[in-house]
């Protein structure tokens, strides 16, 4: 999805408001604003690059950006937020109560550190082919000797002779690839094999 385009700041003034300091070598592009409420400092160290229209707003605790972290145009830092040295954060990303390791690279618009909503897994796929047919159900073995006064039951235990002349039953195969595909399209459509006659 590409990111809105980014307004200009109304005023090109950098705005500062709190316990805020910021190193002589570092550039804070126009509109940026750094807010620090009571009890919360903001620290910027050397070599760090603010981009237009970034908001730095803390809270609660400290945002610390460490020496040659690059920030984005339109980049919200809030809360208790540390950027370890040369880190790269991308336009119109949201950072709230996280940390971003040293060198990392975090992509344009991207939303970190939110913990309101939560990822929840989608369950897993059934493993079964559904292509498979249905197995058909064990027709009963003729040389099974039945007593034709009292048939077998389902409760009742198979005969000795029954259980020795079993078989186990074949799994069904999966068959991948182009094999599969032409399986499914032969159940799909009962199509028949091309001959080579010609009319």
Known sequence: MPLPPLALPPTPAVRIAGDVVVHPQAILAPGVLLWAEAGATIRIA???CIGMGS?????GGAITVSEGVNIGAGVLLIGQVTIEPHA???TSATLM???VPAGAVVAAGSLMGDNSRRWQPEPAPETSDPWQEAASPASPDPDTPHSPDSPPTDTEPAPVAAVENATPTAKPTVVYGQAYVSQMF?????TEPLTNEQP
């Open 46 to 48: 050397a070599g760090v």
């Open 55 to 59: 908001v730095i707003h803390a809270h």
């Open 88 to 90: 790269c954060i991308g």
């Open 97 to 99: 109560n996280t940390i």
């Open 186 to 190: 032969a159940k799909m459509f009962r």
